[in-house]
Nanobody
């Protein structure tokens, strides 16, 4: 059974940092590109960051570049999103996605709220 379980969300003040984790199971993690998406209230889901299966290639949404970093540990079947200099506009539910040989899988999301 495929599972993607996000964690690490919460309430943070503007300018603060958070590190999200997504633990994967039920598929061969090292063969899948992993991504983070987010969806703010009333808005469409958007790409935050993507990592190739090896972790050697990454790309980011325009407003995240320079502030967010995606990384992965293929030994731990986990992908991370480190978020710095958070802004109220970063408030959203953050989702983990796997894309690979057997299709796409999504996690249930973790909520991030940036507010003073």
């Amino acid at each position: 059974q495929v599972q993607l379980v996000e964690s690490g969300g919460g309430l943070v003040q503007p300018g603060g940092s958070l590190r999200l984790s997504c633990a994967a199971s039920g598929f061969i993690f090292s063969r899948y590109d992993m991504s983070w998406y987010r969806q703010a209230p009333g808005k469409e889901r958007e790409l935050v960051a993507r990592s190739t299966s090896t972790g050697c290639g990454t790309n980011y949404g325009v407003s995240m570049k320079g502030r967010f970093t995606i990384s992965r540990d293929n030994d731990k079947n986990t992908v991370y999103l480190t978020m710095n200099s958070l802004e109220p506009e970063d408030t959203a539910v953050y989702y983990c996605k796997a894309a690979g040989p057997r299709g796409e899988y999504w996690g249930q999301g973790t909520r991030v709220t940036v507010s003073s």
